[in-house]
């Protein structure tokens, strides 16, 4: 995914460092805001994870630090949770100032809260998803419940959450009693999806339970089985990354079919997560990357799988076309592919470290049908006539340019 580094001031004029996620072909037919959970930062790894999910299924997702945290200008212990909301509402309006407005907010924890209450108020956001959120605001006081009293004494007090020092003022806590988070989701008719651990140990499941019973249809609940609440565990994240994108695809308008912005037919884009490569035909989007043993996530296929992949496809097309203009009864092809290099024949008298090597690609063909030996045989023959094929045993000419 293509990221871009902004800086949007908030109500104080202060910076919001924030992080703009386009698709492989930038343009995008949704536009989504993920709001960090207490805290946290845009740069939590389990977020970045959700936005390639999203940014695989063509929505654009803009990430940002709060006021006071991560790279935001600003004193996080001048700030509350109104803060919050008003830092959604400026980086939505960003978006729709500057981009189109956004139709998805994403809330991980006390941000899922805020989505709730900034979602609720904004027109433009058609669905909300809350991640491991409370069902009330002073629920996060459990976090410094030894120095609550303190708080109230001193009118503030030096705190440590997750290892890092934060000062909590008493009006910060005063104001998390104010907004009634489940009266809210009582009113809400929006779509909304509550993603939620059970064996989440800082916020307990039955929040989500309390926020699925006042939420009116449609609604969903992901259990997010194992994992923790920070979503620690790649793949946890990258599962929930890919059910959102699904689960929204259904409640948000897409535009019609003008992404590309290319009058090439494919867009293979990689920026800086490792090797990581979203790659983009018309509306489709898949994921090329490196084994970790390489420096890479891991994430998809490699380029010469890929590679095999398209083989592979070409070669089972091809077979089913000409089986069913015959009308012969085949049902399934499986096309096994490997590809590796081999000493060419004709370099059986050079020295084996300098003699030039030669791609193969073995293919394998499972037929499954009732079909005869002639049939069999015709469609072996059909198989090495498909186009992938023969452009690879063509002579092939790559042309390259560098854009300005």
Not at 244 to 267: G, I, K, N
Not at 314 to 320: E, Q
Request: aromatic share 6%; glycine share 6%; with cysteine.
């Amino acid at each position: 995914m293509k990221s871009i580094k902004l800086e949007i001031n908030n109500r104080a004029g202060q910076p919001l460092a924030a992080r703009l996620e386009l698709p492989a072909g930038r343009r995008p037919h949704n536009f989504a805001i993920f709001a960090h959970c207490f805290t946290c930062s845009k740069d939590l790894h389990a977020v970045r994870n959700i936005c390639l999910a999203l940014t695989n299924r063509d929505f654009a997702v803009l990430r940002f630090d709060f006021t006071g945290l991560g790279e935001s200008g600003g004193d996080f212990s001048q700030t509350n949770f109104s803060n919050n909301i008003d830092d959604l509402h400026v980086v939505g309006e960003y978006l729709k100032t500057h981009h189109q407005a956004p139709s998805l907010l994403i809330g991980h924890s006390l941000g899922g809260a805020a989505a709730l209450v900034a979602g609720a108020r904004l027109e433009y956001i058609k669905a909300i998803a809350t991640i491991g959120a409370p069902s009330t605001l002073s629920h996060v006081t459990h976090l410094f419940d030894q120095n609550l009293d303190q708080i109230r004494e001193e009118g503030a007090a030096r705190v440590s959450i997750g290892g890092r020092p934060f000062t909590i003022r008493q009006e910060f806590v005063e104001e998390l009693h104010k907004e009634n988070l489940m009266d809210l989701v009582s009113k809400l008719r929006k779509p909304l999806l509550i993603a939620h651990s059970p064996q989440d140990r800082i916020v307990d499941i039955k929040n989500a339970a309390e926020l699925f019973q006042a939420a009116f249809h449609p609604k969903s609940f992901l259990s997010l089985d194992r994992a923790d609440h920070l979503l620690s565990d790649e793949q946890d994240s990258r599962y929930v990354g890919d059910v959102l994108a699904s689960w929204a695809r259904r409640y948000v308008d897409d535009l019609p079919d003008e992404r590309a912005t290319t009058d090439l037919q494919v867009v293979a884009q990689i920026a800086d997560d490792n090797y990581t490569t979203q790659i983009q035909a018309r509306q489709h989007t898949v994921i090329a990357d490196e084994p970790q043993s390489l420096g890479g996530n891991d994430l998809g296929m490699t380029p010469y799988e890929l590679l095999s992949a398209g083989l592979g496809a070409c070669t089972a097309i091809t077979v089913k076309m000409y089986a069913n203009r015959k009308n012969w009864d085949l049902h399934e092809v499986f096309v096994h592919m490997e590809h590796g290099k081999e000493h060419a024949e004709d370099s059986a008298h050079t020295e084996v470290n300098n003699a030039p090597k030669i791609d193969l690609f073995r293919r394998e063909i499972e037929l499954v049908g009732n079909l005869d030996t002639e049939q069999r045989a015709r469609l072996l023959e059909i198989a090495n006539k498909c186009p992938v094929h023969k452009t690879l045993h063509n002579e092939i000419r790559i042309d390259t340019i560098l854009r300005e």
